[in-house]
C-alpha cells in the first residue's frame, strides 16, 4: 500500500479548569500542541503542572470544573481514561506503580493491543521496536520478565515509561517529569530516546522543572506555567534563560531580571 | 401461507395462560446402584466396611474411628460449622457396584461419562498424564495408568482396591500419618472412607508426568470421603494433581448475549413479546441434578436448563394431524396458528415441541445512520476492518476481483458519508481487490455499530433497534459483500463470520425481517499447510435461509417464530443455576433467544460435605508434590485432612489452591523427621461473597538441618472471608531449622475480610525464622495507571489479581490455569468500581 503523509492532528485545550480535593489547581489553561512538535511545560513546584497532566489523561481525583480538551476536534474529556488511551493519548508518570506478578512483555502486549486490530497487529515488528527501543535506553532485556515497575531504581521506572512510550505509539504523549531523579547519564539516555521518538506522526509534551533534559530533547517550544495558567512561552532559549535566572522573575510578572 | 400468518395474527391475541407454580415442584430421581439409608450409625460403618468385603482390621480400624467421631467435640476454634447437621447425609452411595471400578472409558455408563467428558478427561489423560482417576460421589468409577509405568512398578489405584491387592503396604502406613484421632473430621472420614487415590512409587522410579484424580459430589446430601495414601519409595519422583470444575448458559440482553451469571439487577432483557424489560432480582443456587438440553433445529441455539424450568411452547401433540407409525406426526398448520403458546417444565418437552423466538420490536430511529451508512456498514460487516495505518485512522475493505460493481457502491457511500474518495487497490495475484480510506470518522463509525476485529465484530445497540426497513438495506450489502447466494432446490442465502454475536444478533435482524435464519457452527481446527506452517481456524458460524421457503418446518406467527426441537437430552450437573425475576406481568426472559419462565423450583437447602484425607509418605531422598484446584460449588462444606511425612533429605510440595465450596478448613502440613528434610507449602483462598475459606500450612521440623517455606496467598472480594492459620514448629533437638512464611491478602473492596493466625512454638535457639505478612488493597493509581495505556477498569483489575496469583497460576497445569483466569474473570464482573 503506497505511503500516505501522516495527517496532522491537533490537541487543543482551551480554559481548562481543574480542582483537587475542593482545592482549584488549574484556572484557566490554554495551549495548543501539534503532532510532528515537541513542547515543554515548565515551572516552579505548585505551579499545576502534573495537574495539568493528570487532568488530560483523566485521573478520577482531578476534577475538571471547566473548559475544553478536544483532540482533532473531538472532547476529550467525555471519554474514560482508557478510550483516551485508546484515541492516542499517552501519559508518562513521574512516579508510576508497581504491579506484582505482571511481568513487564505481558503488560507491553497487552497495552499495544489495545491500540491494535487482531489484522494489524504484528509480533514480529512490536519484538524488533522493542529490543531496539530497550538497547537505546540502555536497558537489559532481563526486564523484560520482571514485575512491572517492581523493584525498579528511579531511573529503571523512568525509562519503562519512555519504552511504553515507545512501544504504544500515541498521537500525543505528555511525559510528566521524566528527568526527576536521575542522574545525568540516565537523563542523556532518557533525553536522547524521546529525542529519537520525535516523528511527524505524535506530539510530545515534556514537562519538567529543569532545563537539563531540555538540552537532549530540544523543543520547538517552550512554555511556562504559574499558578495553574500558562504565563509565558517562548523557543528553547527561554528554558536557558529560566534556568539561569530561575523562575521568581515570571511568578511576580516582572521583566527578566539583567 | 398467508392465509395461515393471517390466522396465527388473529391466535395471538390471547393473553398467555397465568401459571400453576405447584407444578414445577417435582425433583428427579439419582440413580445408584448401591446406597445406604440417611444418617450415619455403627450399623452403616459396618454395612459399608461389609460392601467392600473388607479385612476384619479395616472394620475394627472403622469401628473405633466412629466412637472416636461421636464423642469427639466440633472444634471449638476457626469457621463456624454449626450449621452441618450429620444425620442429613447419605454416607455411601455408589453409581456402580462395590468393586466395579472401570479400567476402560468406554465401559462407563453414559451420564457419567457426559459429566467427566465435560471436565475434559479422556483428553486430558491423552495429553498430559500418566493415569487418571475419576470418583463420583463414593464410588471410584475409573482408574486407568499409563502401561510404561505400571512396568516400573508404580502403583495407582483406588484405596478400596488396594486394600484389597496391596494389603502389607496399605496396612503398614494407613492411618499411621493422619491418625483417626487427630480431629473429628479424620475420625468422621476414616469411619466412612470410600474410594480416593492409593499411588505407591518403587525406589528410585522417577514418574516424569502427573498422575491426576478427579472428584466430583453428584446427589445432593451425599458426602464424599475419598481417602488418599501416597507413599514414594527412596528416591522415588512423583507429582500427583487433583482436582474438580464445572460452566454458564447465554441470555438475549437486547444487543447481545450474555452469560447469565453476569447479569445484574436493573440490567434490561427481552421478554417473550419481544420486548425490553428490565432485571429486578438475581438468584443464585446451587445446583445438583440433571440439565436438560435443548437442541432446536438450529443447533447453535441450543440451551441448557434445569428440568423444572418453565419454558413457553406449542406441544407438538395438539397440533398434529395424525399419528404416524414412525417419526414424529405431521402437523397441521391451521392448527399451530391458533395454538396458545404454553409454559411446559423443560423436563417434559419431547422432540418435535415447538419452542417460542420471538422477534425484538424495540424500535429507535437514528437520522444519522441513512442509507449511505448501511450500505457502508453492510460492506464492512462482510469485509472491512479497521486499521491505524502511519498513525492515521483508517478502513479497509477487500473484496474479491469479481465484485467490481460492489465496489463502486461502497465508494459512492463512503464519498457520501465522509466526502472523501476512497483508493481502490486492485491486487491480481490475490484476486482481489483493496478499498481503503483515511477517515477518523468513518473509522469510528465502523467501530462504535460494528466493532473491530473479525471475531468481535459486533452490532451497536442503535443498529439492533433501527426501523428493519434500514436494516434490510444493512443486510442486503452484508450478504451481498459476502458473497453467497446460492442454488440448492431453492435460493439459499448465507452470510459467513468467525464472531458468534454477530452471528446471533443476524438471526435476530432476520427475524426482524420475519425469516428465521438457522446457525450452524463449524469447531476450529488447525490446518498444516504444504510449507510446513500451522493455520488455527477459528470457530466459523453460518447463518443461512432458504427465500422462499419456509426451512425446517419453523412457523411463523404473529411477531414470533415456533421452532421445532430437534433433540433434547440430560446431563447430570453439580453447580450453580442462575435465574432472575424480570419486571412486568409478563415475566419471561429469552435463553439464546428462546423464552423461558423464571425459575419457581424448589431450592434445596441441604449442603454437601467432602471430608477427605490424605496421607503422603515421602521416604529418604523422595521428592513429592501435590496439588490441589478445588473448585467446589458453593453449597459443600470441605473439611480436609492433608498431612506428608518427609524422611532425610526428602522433598514435599503441597500446592493447594481453594476457589470453591461454602466452608474450607484445610491446613497441608508437613512432618520433616529426617535430616534435612524439605517442605515447600503454597496455598492459595479465593473467597467471594458466602464463602469461608480457612487455610493454611504447617511445619513440623523434629529432625535437624530441616527447613521449609510456606507461602499463602489470599483474595477476599463481595464480602467473602479467608483466614491464615499456620502452625510452625521446630521441636527439641531439632537444629540448625530455617523456615520462612510469607502471607498475603488482597481486600479489593471494603466488605470483605482477611485474618492472619500465625502460630510458633520453637524449642531451639538457633532457628532461623522469618515471617512476612502484608495486606493489600487495588489502589485507585494502580487501576488509573493501567486504564492509562488502554485497558478497560475490569481488564485492569483482572491483570492485578492474575500477577498476585502469578506464582500459584505458573504452578498449574495450563488448562487449571485457564480455568483459574476465567473464575477470575467472572467474579470480578461489577465486583469493584
Request: aromatic share 8%; net charge negative.
Amino acid at each position: 500500500m503506497a505511503a500516505t503523509p501522516p495527517v496532522e492532528h491537533t490537541l487543543l485545550i482551551q480554559g481548562l479548569h481543574a480542582e483537587v480535593g475542593g482545592k482549584e489547581i488549574l484556572k484557566g489553561v490554554d495551549l495548543e500542541l501539534h503532532t510532528g512538535e515537541l513542547t515543554a511545560m515548565m515551572g516552579p513546584n505548585g505551579s499545576g503542572k502534573s495537574t495539568l497532566a493528570y487532568a488530560l489523561m483523566g485521573h478520577p481525583k482531578y476534577k475538571v470544573t471547566s473548559g475544553t480538551v478536544k483532540l482533532d476536534g473531538k472532547d476529550l474529556l467525555a471519554l474514560t481514561v482508557d478510550q483516551r488511551a485508546r484515541a492516542g493519548l499517552f501519559l508518562g508518570f513521574q512516579y508510576p506503580q508497581e504491579v506484582s506478578g505482571l511481568s513487564l512483555s505481558k503488560f507491553l502486549w497487552t497495552s499495544y493491543m489495545q491500540r491494535h486490530t487482531a489484522e494489524n497487529a504484528n509480533v514480529e515488528k512490536f519484538g524488533k521496536d522493542l529490543n531496539s527501543n530497550l538497547a537505546l535506553l540502555g536497558m537489559d532485556e532481563s526486564f523484560l520478565k520482571r514485575s512491572l515497575n517492581e523493584g525498579f531504581s528511579g531511573g529503571e521506572k523512568k525509562r519503562t515509561e519512555v519504552l511504553q512510550m515507545a512501544t504504544l505509539d500515541p498521537v500525543f504523549a505528555i511525559l510528566d517529569e521524566p528527568d526527576s531523579g536521575l542522574d545525568i547519564d540516565a537523563v542523556k539516555a532518557v533525553g536522547d530516546t524521546v529525542a529519537q521518538l520525535q516523528n511527524p506522526g505524535v506530539g510530545i509534551l515534556v514537562i519538567t522543572h529543569y532545563q537539563r533534559i531540555l538540552k537532549f530533547v530540544k523543543p520547538h517550544r517552550v512554555y511556562v506555567m504559574v499558578d495553574g495558567a500558562v504565563a509565558l512561552s517562548g523557543g528553547r532559549e527561554l528554558a536557558e534563560e529560566l534556568e539561569a535566572k530561575g523562575y521568581d522573575w515570571v511568578k511576580v510578572g516582572l521583566a527578566p531580571p539583567a | 401461507m398467508e392465509s395461515l400468518e393471517e390466522a396465527a395474527v388473529m391466535a395471538q391475541t390471547a393473553e398467555f395462560q397465568p401459571l400453576d407454580y405447584t407444578r414445577y415442584d417435582f425433583k428427579d430421581p439419582e440413580t445408584y446402584k448401591v446406597r445406604t439409608a440417611r444418617g450415619l450409625s455403627r450399623e452403616i460403618v459396618e454395612q459399608i466396611s461389609a460392601l467392600k468385603e473388607e479385612p476384619a482390621w479395616m472394620l475394627d480400624y472403622r469401628l473405633r474411628a466412629y466412637e472416636h467421631f461421636v464423642e469427639r467435640p466440633m472444634p471449638d476454634w476457626g469457621p463456624d460449622l454449626d450449621c452441618i447437621d450429620f444425620d442429613a447425609y447419605t454416607y455411601y452411595a455408589n453409581p456402580l457396584a462395590e468393586g466395579e471400578t472401570k479400567r476402560r472409558w468406554e465401559d462407563l455408563p453414559a451420564d457419567i461419562r457426559n459429566t467427566f467428558d465435560k471436565l475434559g478427561i479422556p483428553k486430558a489423560e491423552r495429553e498430559f498424564f500418566g493415569g487418571v482417576g475419576a470418583q463420583y460421589d463414593s464410588g471410584t468409577v475409573y482408574h486407568r495408568i499409563r502401561d510404561d509405568l505400571k512396568a516400573k512398578g508404580v502403583v495407582f489405584t483406588d484405596t478400596d482396591t488396594a486394600v484389597r491387592e496391596y494389603p502389607d503396604i496399605v496396612r503398614k502406613y494407613f492411618g499411621k500419618i493422619v491418625p483417626y484421632n487427630d480431629n473429628k473430621f479424620s475420625a468422621l472420614n476414616s469411619a466412612v472412607w470410600s474410594g480416593g487415590s492409593f499411588v505407591y512409587v518403587p525406589p528410585g522410579v522417577d514418574v516424569g508426568i502427573p498422575l491426576q484424580a478427579y472428584f466430583r459430589i453428584n446427589a445432593k446430601a451425599v458426602g464424599q470421603f475419598e481417602r488418599t495414601l501416597i507413599i514414594a519409595d527412596k528416591g522415588a519422583k512423583i507429582h500427583y494433581i487433583e482436582g474438580c470444575l464445572p460452566k454458564g448458559e447465554e441470555v438475549l440482553v437486547g444487543d447481545e448475549l450474555t452469560p447469565i451469571e453476569s447479569i445484574e439487577t436493573g440490567r434490561a432483557v427481552l421478554n417473550s413479546d419481544g420486548e425490553a424489560t428490565t432485571v429486578e432480582k438475581t438468584m443464585v443456587r446451587p445446583y445438583d441434578g440433571d440439565m436438560v438440553h435443548i437442541t432446536p433445529v438450529s443447533k447453535s441455539n441450543a440451551f441448557q436448563l434445569t428440568p423444572e424450568h418453565p419454558v413457553l411452547c406449542v406441544r407438538r401433540e395438539k397440533v398434529a394431524v395424525s399419528r404416524r407409525a414412525k417419526g414424529l406426526p405431521d402437523v397441521d398448520p391451521s392448527k399451530l396458528a391458533a395454538a396458545t403458546p404454553e409454559f411446559v417444565p423443560a423436563g417434559e418437552l419431547k422432540p418435535g415441541d415447538f419452542v417460542h423466538y420471538p422477534v425484538n420490536r424495540t424500535e429507535n430511529d437514528d437520522p444519522e445512520l441513512g442509507t449511505a451508512a448501511m450500505n457502508v456498514l453492510g460492506y464492512y460487516l462482510a469485509e472491512g476492518c479497521t486499521q491505524m495505518i502511519n498513525g492515521c485512522e483508517a478502513v479497509t475493505f477487500t473484496f474479491h476481483i469479481d465484485e467490481r460493481e460492489f465496489v463502486d457502491r461502497l465508494v459512492e457511500g463512503i464519498r457520501e458519508l465522509t466526502g472523501k474518495t476512497a483508493w481502490t487497490n486492485p491486487q491480481p495475484k490475490k484476486h482481489a481487490i483493496v478499498v481503503g480510506v483515511y477517515s477518523r470518522a468513518l473509522f469510528d463509525l465502523c467501530e462504535t455499530h460494528c466493532g473491530r476485529l473479525a471475531g468481535s465484530k459486533r452490532l451497536s445497540q442503535t443498529m439492533m433497534e433501527l426501523p428493519p426497513a434500514k436494516q434490510q438495506l444493512l443486510l442486503k450489502a452484508y450478504y451481498e459483500g459476502d458473497g453467497h447466494v446460492y442454488r440448492r432446490g431453492g435460493t439459499v442465502h448465507r452470510v459467513m463470520t468467525i464472531s458468534r454475536q454477530l452471528a446471533f444478533q443476524v438471526q435476530e435482524l432476520q427475524a426482524r425481517q420475519g425469516v428465521f435464519a438457522t446457525i450452524l457452527e463449524r469447531a476450529p481446527f488447525k490446518e498444516t499447510m504444504k510449507d510446513g506452517r500451522e493455520i488455527s481456524h477459528h470457530t466459523l458460524y453460518t447463518i443461512y435461509h432458504q427465500v422462499g421457503k419456509r426451512a425446517h418446518a419453523v412457523h411463523r406467527v404473529k411477531g414470533s417464530f415456533l421452532v421445532p426441537i430437534r433433540k433434547i437430552h440430560r446431563t447430570p450437573y453439580r453447580g450453580n443455576v442462575y435465574n432472575f425475576h424480570v419486571a412486568g406481568k409478563n415475566n419471561t426472559y429469552l435463553v439464546k433467544g428462546f423464552s423461558v419462565h423464571n425459575c419457581t423450583a424448589p431450592i434445596y437447602s441441604t449442603d454437601s460435605l467432602h471430608t477427605a484425607v490424605v496421607e503422603v509418605m515421602a521416604e529418604p531422598y523422595a521428592k513429592v508434590r501435590y496439588t490441589t484446584v478445588q473448585n467446589w460449588s458453593k453449597n459443600v462444606y470441605n473439611l480436609v485432612t492433608k498431612r506428608a511425612v518427609a524422611m532425610e533429605s526428602a522433598l514435599v510440595e503441597w500446592v493447594d489452591g481453594n476457589m470453591g465450596s461454602k466452608i474450607t478448613m484445610k491446613y497441608p502440613s508437613v512432618y520433616l523427621k529426617g535430616r534435612g528434610a524439605r517442605a515447600d507449602i503454597l496455598s492459595v483462598a479465593f473467597a467471594s461473597a458466602g464463602q469461608v475459606i480457612d487455610s493454611g500450612a504447617k511445619c513440623v521440623h523434629s529432625a535437624p538441618d530441616t527447613s521449609s517455606k510456606i507461602v499463602s496467598k489470599s483474595i477476599a472480594i463481595r464480602g467473602g472471608r479467608t483466614s491464615y492459620r499456620g502452625l510452625l514448629h521446630v521441636a527439641k533437638g531439632a537444629t540448625g531449622v530455617k523456615a520462612a512464611v510469607r502471607c498475603d491478602a488482597l481486600l479489593p473492596d471494603e466488605d470483605s475480610r482477611s485474618d492472619t493466625y500465625p502460630y510458633n512454638e520453637i524449642h531451639e535457639e538457633d532457628a532461623t525464622i522469618t515471617h512476612e505478612a502484608v495486606v493489600g488493597k487495588i489502589g485507585e493509581e494502580q487501576i488509573f495507571y493501567l486504564m492509562s495505556r488502554g485497558l478497560s477498569e475490569s481488564d485492569a483489575i483482572h491483570l492485578i489479581l492474575m500477577g498476585f496469583l502469578a506464582e500459584f497460576a505458573k504452578e498449574l497445569p495450563m488448562d487449571y490455569a485457564l480455568e483459574l483466569n476465567r473464575l477470575i474473570q467472572l467474579e470480578m464482573t461489577g465486583a469493584v468500581g
